[in-house]
């Protein structure tokens, strides 16, 4: 005997084969919309220093099959990180801005673009610890967010090696005002990099954590102030390789070089007159030009 539906009259095994069918479609039509804007998110490393550039890198892969626009729509940035830091404690951001998204993005159908964000600048990221990060992107046409996978990275401190204060000279932005210049060292699995932190420990306003690049652990580098109490830093990058640096006090980066040990090994020089230069050494114009392509 054939069992039928009580309300359609229809056979129980027709009514589930189209219920199965509907129930795939609406699988694959869900699949397709969320596999309309790719997001993904990385970091260059796992630790970073505390007040260095943190650089997230966000890559938006455009799957929708037609040219998209992505702009701010309904009191909602396109493009946004959610920030967590210890215990799941959501960190905000320090503006009521997002100046991640200040601009509309167009992205034609199929494209990859990527776009990179210091996340120190956005996010009070300077505390000890590990943050977790995701990036979302809000596509308006379907009032709908795409996300990234979660990444992590640690912020912790190197090891200070030097540290000078001085004060800021007459005629010069700030005057009265003083600096600490500090080198540090931190070592990461298979090198070691020197940091120069510049701040006012008076307000405790950091205006700049950099890595100046590989050190050699054995070599001490060399740091000298000049007459306009600017830093100059001589050191080891590699054997027979060195690296020279100029600091302004804010913390801008004035000058870098790299220095070929010759007949003579490089050390920085103190004239008469208060300037401070490097002598010794010949200038690597392979690693110049590389640099000035990056």
């Known amino acids: 005997m054939r069992i039928r539906n009580s309300s ?6 027709f009514v589930i084969r189209i219920s199965s069918l509907l129930a795939t479609c609406v699988f694959f039509f869900a699949a397709a919309a969320e ?34 626009d992505l702009h701010d729509a309904h009191g909602q ?13 959501p960190i905000t951001l320090l503006a009521t801005e997002n100046p991640a998204a200040a601009e509309p993005l167009k992205i034609e159908a199929g494209q990859r673009v990527t776009r990179q964000f210091d996340l120190g600048s956005l996010y009070p990221v300077h505390d000890f610890g590990a943050y977790h990060v995701r990036t979302h992107v809000y596509f308006a046409d379907l009032a709908k967010f795409f996300y990234s996978g979660t990444r992590v990275f640690e912020v912790t401190d190197a090891h200070p090696i030097w540290q000078q204060t001085v004060g800021i000279p007459d005629g ?7 600096r600490t210049y500090s080198l540090l060292t931190n070592r990461f699995p298979d090198h070691t990099s020197l940091y120069v932190r ?8 950091v205006y700049a954590t950099y890595s100046l690049g590989r050190t050699i652990g054995a070599e001490q580098p060399q740091a000298e102030i000049d007459r306009a109490n ?7 990058a590699a054997p027979r390789a060195w690296s020279y640096s100029r600091i302004g006090l804010n913390g801008e980066l004035l000058a870098h070089s790299s220095l070929m040990e010759t007949n003579s090994r490089p050390r920085l020089v103190h004239s008469t007159n208060g300037d401070v230069t490097a002598h010794g050494g010949a200038i690597d114009t392979a690693a110049q030009s590389s640099r000035s392509t990056v």
């Open 8 to 13: 359609f009259g229809l056979p129980s095994s």
């Open 35 to 68: 596999g309309q804007i790719q997001v993904d998110l990385k970091f260059k490393r796992l630790q970073y220093i505390a007040y260095e550039p943190v650089v997230a890198t966000v890559a938006i892969t455009n799957l929708a099959g037609r040219d998209i």
């Open 77 to 89: 940035s396109w493009l946004g990180f959610e920030v967590t830091g210890n215990e799941d404690q």
């Open 172 to 178: 010069v932005a700030a005057a009265g005002e003083v």
């Open 198 to 205: 510049v701040q006012d420990k008076e307000t405790g306003t």
């Open 230 to 236: 600017q830093l100059h830093v001589l050191h080891c």
